[in-house]
């Protein structure tokens, strides 16, 4: 008589998805309760309540809330350095400028997205070593692909080539993650987010002294492009 492994549904599979299901409960409660009351007043009990799981069984998932917050900071902020993968996607069929545009306007609609959790995590990662530690590697990864982006804008001649790439990522990432701060999470100013990102990118584009490029991109059927990059 045949089994049923546990990958095609039989008890061992379902023991795995309630397990899963479980462990991802605990994940959004405790986004909630970081959001509304932020790290240092939310009590393990707090996300077992809000989860609907025992107490007890948040330990068999995570060691403590120090832990889960972790792995959710983790996400939000890969969530984020992730938009500069737009800007080197050349299969994308749009040009580099554009690529650009694209990349700078996604960040900043994750970041309105998180911006309850962005402001605990900033918060946790000024006095907690290792939330700042995990964010500095993740960020060091950010600034590498900040750097080949740049390096694209230069061979193909859409930005300043005196720029050093190196230096110039430093500034930008320092300049995107301040202003999204101070604007979503600090409320220090009140603009229209279509407004803002116009701005932003206007003000990117002129510092890196970044073209459009004419004739970097031709026209193909049905009105798509084709980047010559």
């Keep these: ?30 986004k909630e309760v970081f959001e509304e009351k932020g790290f240092l007043d939310v009590r393990v009990a707090d996300i077992a309540g809000r989860a609907g799981v025992s107490h007890g069984l948040f330990y068999h998932y995570f060691d403590s809330k120090k832990e889960i917050f972790g792995e959710l ?14 800007m080197l996607d050349r299969s994308s069929g749009t040009t580099p400028y554009e690529r650009l ?22 918060e946790v990662s000024r006095y907690d070593d290792s939330v700042r530690a995990a964010r500095k590697t993740l960020h060091a990864t950010e600034r590498e692909r900040i750097v080949r ?19 110039a990522a ?8 301040n202003f999204a701060e101070r604007w979503l999470v600090r409320g220090e100013l009140d603009c229209d987010f279509d407004t803002c990102v116009d701005q932003f990118f206007i003000m990117l ?5 970044i073209k459009k490029g004419p004739g970097s991109h031709k026209k193909l059927p049905g009105g798509r492009t084709r980047s010559r990059t």
């Design 1 to 30: 008589m045949a089994t049923t492994s546990p990958a095609e549904g039989g008890p061992g599979g379902a023991r795995a998805r309630q397990r899963a299901e479980a462990r991802a409960r605990l994940l959004r409660a405790a």
């Design 73 to 86: 900071a983790a996400v939000v902020d890969r969530e984020l350095t992730d938009t500069i993968d737009v």
């Design 101 to 122: 545009r694209t990349s700078v306007r996604v960040h900043f609609e994750r970041y309105r997205n998180e911006a309850r959790m962005m402001a605990v995590i900033e």
């Design 149 to 167: 982006a740049i390096r694209q804008l230069q061979e193909h001649d859409l930005a300043d080539r005196r720029l050093d790439p190196e230096i």
């Design 170 to 177: 430093v500034a930008i990432e320092a300049l995107t993650w």
């Design 205 to 209: 584009t002129n510092t890196l002294q």
